[in-house]
């Protein structure tokens, strides 16, 4: 777009110049796409310092005209960092831990603060964050309240809607709301943090947030098992979430083309058991009692379904090591299925109890669309949550599998209302999603939507064409 005279001298003025990039070397990482299916295109690239800054500059681009796109660590898996015109606001300068109650288990944290580093001063402070995702490395925590994220801990602790206590946010017009505290108890009239929480940037820029922090876990239990049919994952989740309560934090299922792919295109990853078996799932323990004996008890109920017939074979990670070499089968599947050829991607939830009845029809229903089409559906089946990725049959051509993407997303999408499911659990709609939020909402669910945003952004300035179009 045409900046009007002036404006990036104004921006410089306001963050220092060194802040202001506009050089295609210099933005080309915060026009990535992570998926390589959007264009990002945007005049400069803005790295305020702080609160203040954020907000000086929303106003100068409000005043200006310029649409802004907030970004964090620029991970998200639906096009909503793309940018098309305007200003990327980075909020990686923003990466301050303002402080650490440990007796009240909240931590105040600035919105550029990278996930991994959060996990690691929870710790250090004897406490523990317990979101957890593939992208923890570099995903920054004002992106992961922007887009609830959900990850491999939602089974025990929730998404991160459930544990931000607090959040400080500048509005599309520049002002600052500011709602920092550590309450667990606050019924003063709306929750309005809620609002920001998986707006994908489109309301205003999240600034600061308090988290909630829990106790440390000090046992653990890592473990992959096998199974001969689908319908047992869920008989499997039952025994075992039965038997352990919330001491079960993940429970994540993995095809047996999961392992085939990851073992065949990643280094360093082996397939732990002897022989190939249709299912696995990974799960993990965790309790704040080192004296618990966790190993016990999930021996005990894997004996009785193994006896059952429910499981075929086991294997308990011995270590450290050993924990991180499983949980690599399940991380890196869709790298895996990228290095393999064209993948469509679908991120659906249905309740648990549905789950492996949905993903028997959907597999169905895919290979009869496209024969030679591989189905990959894997992810965090104890909370409902499927990845249905699917992998192109071999030797077909990539765009032509691509191509095919919103026929499938229709196969797929209808299979998963029907079963009174989301088409977007955790990843979010950004842009990729837009339609299929537009076809299967309800007019009204759009209408509200839109009419928070039109009070809340009534230039239409924050992230716009994001979610849904004004
Ligand atoms: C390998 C891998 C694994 C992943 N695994 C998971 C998973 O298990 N669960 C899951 O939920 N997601 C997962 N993701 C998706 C992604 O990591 C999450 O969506 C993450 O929360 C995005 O954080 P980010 O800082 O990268 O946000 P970005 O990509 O920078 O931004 C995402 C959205 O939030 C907005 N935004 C960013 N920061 C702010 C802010 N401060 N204020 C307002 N809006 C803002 C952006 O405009 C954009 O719309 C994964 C991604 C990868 C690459």
Request: proline share 5%; aromatic share 6%; with cysteine.
């Amino acid at each position: 777009m045409t900046l009007p005279n002036g404006f990036l001298d104004r921006l410089r003025q306001l963050v220092g110049a060194p802040n202001v990039l506009i050089a295609d070397d210099d933005t080309a990482k915060y026009r990535h796409e992570e998926r390589g299916l959007l264009t990002s295109i945007c005049d400069a690239v803005v790295r305020p310092a702080n609160t203040d800054e954020i907000a000086a500059v929303v106003k100068a681009c409000v005043a200006a005209g310029v649409p802004i796109v907030a970004m964090g660590g620029n991970t998200g898996l639906v096009g909503g960092g793309v940018a098309n015109g305007g200003v990327i606001l980075s909020t990686e300068r923003l990466n301050r831990i303002i402080e650490i109650d440990a007796l009240n288990n909240t931590m105040t944290v600035e919105a550029g603060c990278v996930l991994a580093d959060l996990q690691k001063a929870a710790e250090e402070a004897n406490c523990f964050f317990p979101l957890s995702l593939g992208a923890e490395g570099s995903c920054r925590i004002g992106g992961n309240i922007s887009t609830n994220a959900g990850g491999v801990g939602v089974l025990r602790y929730g998404n991160t809607r459930d544990l931000v206590l607090g959040l400080e946010v500048v509005l599309p017009d520049g002002r600052v709301w500011s709602r920092l505290n550590g309450l667990r108890k606050d019924n003063t009239g709306y929750d309005l943090k809620h609002l920001f929480i998986g707006a994908e940037g489109t309301l205003g820029i999240v600034t600061k947030a308090v988290l909630k922090l829990f106790p440390r876990p000090r046992a653990k239990v890592t473990l992959m098992a096998a199974l001969r049919e689908l319908d047992q994952v869920l008989v499997l989740f039952d025994r075992i979430r039965n038997a352990c309560g919330d001491r079960l934090t993940a429970f994540e299922m993995i095809p047996e083309l999961g392992i085939e792919l990851v073992t065949r295109h990643i280094p360093d990853t082996r397939d732990p058991f002897a022989e190939r078996h249709p299912w696995y799932v990974l799960m993990e323990l965790t309790s704040p009692r080192s004296a618990d004996d966790l190993r016990g008890e999930v021996e005990g109920a894997l004996g009785e379904a193994f006896e059952a017939g429910v499981v075929v074979d086991a294997v308990f990670a011995e270590s450290e090591a050993q924990g991180r070499a499983l949980w690599k089968l399940r991380e890196e599947i869709p790298g895996a299925q990228t290095r393999e050829g064209g993948s469509i991607k679908h991120d659906v939830s249905v309740p648990v109890s549905r789950t492996t009845e949905f993903v028997r029809l959907a597999m169905q229903a895919v290979i009869d669309e496209m024969p030679g089409l591989r189905p990959c559906p894997f992810g965090h089946i104890g909370d409902g949550n499927i990845h249905f990725n699917l992998t192109q049959p071999p030797g077909m051509d990539k765009a032509a599998f691509i191509a095919r993407w919103e026929d499938f997303n229709r196969i797929v999408h209808d299979l998963t209302k029907r079963y009174g499911g989301s088409i977007s659990a955790e990843h979010g709609i950004g842009l990729v999603k837009r339609d299929e939020l537009e076809h299967y909402s309800s007019a009204l669910d759009i209408e509200l939507m839109r009419l928070v945003k039109k009070s809340l952004d009534p230039n239409n300035i924050m992230n716009p064409g994001k979610i849904f179009v004004v």
